[in-house]
């Protein structure tokens, strides 16, 4: 039994964001499948029939920030160069995601 099939693939992702020339399409599509597990658990809904169209950009904002962790950059100080990062995807990852109730 075949899952549904697969909303985005690594060209998608290499034409919307900068991705680093070293990235390879395997290591995108690893974090493709991530993405869309993060999507799956925050949404507390398995999407049986696959994700929706609207979620691309979502997806595709978590990959950017899985592999460009300058995107989770929060603050930058110049004086003795000091660097603070987000732990978790920022709240503008999430936006236009409904999430199902659980209990």
Known sequence: MQGPEKLIDAA?????????????????EQLIEEAELTIREYCHNPYMDGLPQSYKRNIV???????????GLTSEGLTRHSQGFATDYPDDVYKGLKRRLSW
């Not at 998608?12 to 995108?28: A, F, K």
């Not at 904002?61 to 995107?71: A, C, G, M, P, T």
């Open 61 to 71: 904002k978590i990959v950017e920030f899985d592999l460009n962790r300058k995107s």
């Open 12 to 28: 998608y992702v290499r034409n919307g964001i900068n991705v680093p020339p070293n990235t390879t399409d395997e290591r995108i």
